[in-house]
């Protein structure tokens, strides 16, 4: 199995993670005097798990940082919170930051390249009725990119704006299961274009600090199909054509084409605010945005539906399910997502400034069950890994420009609106939340071994 990947020479293997997942709040705001986050707030109103503790991380980064470079890894990527840079007086939280240093420069100086997202959904207790749309976000998010170039920028290779705008658009002000939580078209629309709006007052910003700054893009895509017997059918086709820019193109296209779909453009545009159109044109950097990040864990079939977005997910009788009940999409219920995605992208951007595509997240929650003293056995999600970067090898074969793949993620954690259920562990490293003691899985030494031997072009 390890021998069938071979990638360019100079592919990186790397592993990603977040902030509030993995320390948790409890001890920045024991030790750091830090602030409550918007997440805390949201838990407690939808009655789930709090992200208090996190992985404990606060207390154990040094075993994590050595977990992450004994797994000889060249980049990894974390988060750093504005719960956390910023006191509740609005000053610089210099404890906060001589962590950060501490725990970063530990695997910065192992030859690691550090990717830093400067919002992993970890927003302040004051942002929590409104979340990204309060009036004031934007200056507090700035202030937070600011202080962070500041006493960061000598350990980071790579900054990230924003994790996953669908998500902190469309689950979190449509869907409503993440926070704030609202379920609204409009305020997902308004939400969109914020998110948009946010992504590109940071790219210039930190540009303008400093011309050599480097700048990747992220976001969760789903490549979109629809079913073989409805291929012909305009009906299935206009409703993938919408599933595809909802998930997918109307996040990349602003910043690449400087706009959005007429599909999109003709069907919602009543609930768009008076501005969109100067946000849509001033996102377009694809010049100064150094890689994009394509997050991905699964595709979707889709078939048209009398719903807000004209569509709704098919999943095929007996396709796989990951043990939260999302589908596996591979063959043979599913295309090859991964690879078509890659190729999509690709292709679509190359002649609007596209330099490189990352896997920039891919992994599988599984309940893994384990007795004491013995390796965890998930070799399920080795099989989903290797299938993963086995579509990546089609991909860069077929021509797509793809420089590197992060695993989600290293250790269990908290996984958002489902918490610490044992389902939704997408660790290579185990916890034992009693004593915070890391178990490494069959996993972590199966990608060990993958990364040390991979072949190379």
Request: with cysteine; net charge positive; aromatic share 16%.
């Amino acid at each position: 199995m390890l021998n069938d990947i071979v990638l360019p020479h100079d592919f990186t293997f790397g592993i990603a993670e977040s902030d509030l997942q993995t320390v948790g709040s409890f001890y920045p705001q024991k030790f750091e005097k830090s602030q409550k986050t918007m997440w805390e707030i949201f838990a407690k109103r939808k009655e789930i798990d709090v992200p208090l503790y996190g992985s404990y991380k606060y207390l154990k980064y040094k075993d994590d940082a050595k977990l992450i470079t004994d797994l000889g890894v060249k980049a990894y990527r974390t988060s750093v919170s504005m719960s956390r840079t910023i006191d509740k007086m609005g000053k610089v939280n210099k404890t906060a930051f001589k962590w950060y240093r501490n725990y970063l420069h530990l695997i910065k100086s192992k030859g690691i390249k550090i990717h830093l997202c400067l919002y992993h959904w970890e927003a302040p207790e004051i942002f929590s009725q409104e979340g990204i749309l309060n009036i004031n976000f934007l200056d507090y998010f700035l202030k937070h990119i600011k202080i962070t170039e500041e006493y960061l920028s000598d350990l980071v290779d790579f900054y990230v704006p924003i994790n996953e705008s669908w998500c902190i658009s469309y689950l979190s002000y449509f869907v409503g299961i993440q926070a704030p939580g609202y379920k609204s078209l409009e305020k997902f629309f308004q939400a969109y274009f914020k998110v948009i709006h946010l992504q590109t007052e940071a790219i210039q910003y930190l540009k303008s600090k400093n011309p050599k700054n480097k700048i990747g893009l992220i976001n969760i895509h789903f490549p979109t199909y629809i079913q073989t017997q409805f291929v012909s059918d305009s009906k299935y086709l206009k409703a993938r054509n919408l599933a595809d820019n909802i998930t997918n193109y109307i996040f990349s296209d602003p910043f690449f084409m400087g706009e959005i779909s007429e599909v999109v453009m003709h069907t919602f545009k009543k609930l768009f605010p008076k501005n969109h159109k100067d946000i849509i044109k001033k996102a377009k950097l694809g010049n100064l945005i150094d890689y994009y990040g394509i997050n991905y864990y699964n595709s979707q079939y889709v078939k048209p539906a009398k719903s807000d977005f004209g569509y709704e997910q098919v999943i095929p009788k007996n396709a796989m399910r990951n043990s939260l009940g999302w589908p596996v999409s591979l063959p043979p219920y599913y295309p090859n997502g991964l690879t078509d995605i890659l190729l999509l992208y690709s292709r679509r951007y190359a002649k609007f400034g596209l330099k490189s595509l990352m896997v920039s997240e891919n992994g599988v929650p599984l309940n893994t069950k384990y007795r004491k003293n013995e390796i965890p056995n998930d070799d399920f999600r080795i099989y989903f890994i290797n299938k993963h970067l086995e579509q990546i090898q089609k991909a860069v074969s077929e021509g797509a420009k793809v420089d590197g793949y992060f695993l989600w993620t290293l250790l269990d954690n908290y996984e958002w609106q489902e918490g610490y259920r044992p389902e939704s562990a997408f660790g290579i490293v185990a916890l034992d939340k009693k004593t915070g003691k890391r178990i490494p899985k069959k996993s972590y030494f199966w990608y060990q071994k993958l990364i040390k031997n991979a072949s190379r072009i």
